[in-house]
């Protein structure tokens, strides 16, 4: 069991651009969860996966965003049209059905000029 | 909605005990989470109250009161290296967690 990981850890981008964002959860769980975070905030719901299922999407999730998950197991974060707004650490988490706790990666830190 | 109130910072003294609390609004609840998450890191789990009462692992506690909406976090024995942020979640539902926005404890010498 490697735990939650992400890639990049970092990504500096320039405004306008799409960047992407991976996800490969701990492999038994089939949930998988997206967060933000910016500084001196707690993480902010984003979205949610069930195996490939999109189950919940956040309000905050704008139609630049987009998750996919598509075999169940890792999910990819495209964010298009980056504003500096987006600016922030993108945090995956993933948990099994049964069980109550979420494991967070390490977290993609984004920085859009 | 959901709201969550938690103290912005604390301070304490290395080997003292600290109570950090957190307070909550929302329906459906099933669940309350405490992580602490160090500058630049992801949370970590420390622990997890869905019933009324403290639940106790190593050196942290957790209590809950559901009727009061009330949760804390207590730390004892403390270390340099629980300097950190230390964030309250509750769950509402099946899914998602919603977060404070943390508590920032610092432990001097």
């Known amino acids: 069991d490697t735990g939650v990981s992400q890639d990049p850890r970092h990504k500096i981008t320039k405004r306008g651009q799409n960047v992407t964002f991976r996800c490969d959860p701990i492999?038994?769980?089939?949930?998988l969860y997206w967060y933000r975070q910016t500084l001196g905030q707690g993480p902010e719901f984003l979205t949610y996966f069930q195996n490939e299922a999109q189950l919940e999407k956040s309000r905050l999730l704008s139609d630049r965003f987009s998750a996919e998950r598509p075999k169940g197991s890792f999910s990819t974060l495209e964010i298009q049209r980056t504003e500096q707004g987006d600016s922030a650490m993108y945090l995956c988490?993933?948990?099994?059905?049964?069980?109550?706790?979420?494991?967070f990666g390490p977290g993609t830190r984004l920085l859009v000029l | 909605g959901q709201n969550i109130d938690q103290p912005t910072e604390m301070t304490a003294t290395e080997g003292a005990i600290v109570q950090i609390n957190c307070t909550y609004q929302t329906s459906g609840f099933n669940g309350l989470f405490w992580y602490q998450q160090h500058a630049g890191e992801a949370p970590t789990f420390l622990s997890y109250n869905v019933l009324d009462g403290l639940e106790e692992k190593g050196r942290f506690s957790s209590f809950l009161s559901r009727s009061k909406g009330y949760s804390y976090l207590l730390l004892k024995e403390l270390q340099m290296k629980d300097s950190a942020s230390y964030l309250c979640?509750?769950?509402?539902?099946?899914?998602?967690?919603?977060f404070g926005k943390g508590t920032m404890l610092l432990v001097s010498p």
């Open positions: 492999s038994e769980h089939n949930r």
């Open positions: 988490a993933s948990s099994n059905r049964g069980q109550e706790t979420q494991y």
């Open positions: 979640a509750v769950r509402a539902g099946y899914s998602t967690l919603t």
